[in-house]
């Protein structure tokens, strides 16, 4: 079973950056569909950005396209970069993986995710 554990969230002022990383063991990160999903105080989670395991399209949400960078980084770690951060980026992260074909909202396997604070 793939277990997934982020790392790099903090506080940053607005117009700052923060990269943040996923690492994960139990099952190889080959062939699977990777993202990034956030949690904003009292809103639902939403998908940020997504990779998916067949080709095609990445997917980035409007408000990432251009701020925020989804990359492998390893054999078993991928990292999502985020730059000129704004106080509604504050969320809880979370990295995901599945063997879903595409990327479409949600995934299987969670980490327990990350706190990003970005102060005004």
């Known amino acids: 079973q793939l277990r997934l554990v982020e790392s790099g969230g903090g506080l940053v002022q607005t117009g700052g950056s923060l990269t943040l990383s996923c690492a994960t063991s139990?099952?190889?990160?080959?062939?699977?569909?990777i993202g990034w999903f956030r949690q904003p105080p009292g809103e639902r989670r939403e998908g940020v950005v997504c990779?998916?395991?067949?080709?095609?399209?990445w997917y980035y949400a409007p408000y990432a396209k251009g701020r925020f960078t989804i990359a492998r980084t390893g054999k078993d770690t991928f990292m999502l970069q985020m730059n000129s951060l704004r106080p509604d980026d504050t969320a809880e992260y979370t990295c995901?993986?599945?063997?879903?074909?595409?990327?479409?909202?949600?995934?299987?396997?969670w980490g327990q995710g990350t706190q990003v604070s970005v102060s005004s």
């Open positions: 995901a993986a599945s063997e879903r074909d595409a990327c479409n909202g949600t995934s299987d396997s």
């Open positions: 139990g099952d190889t990160l080959d062939g699977k569909t």
């Open positions: 990779i998916p395991r067949i080709g095609g399209d």
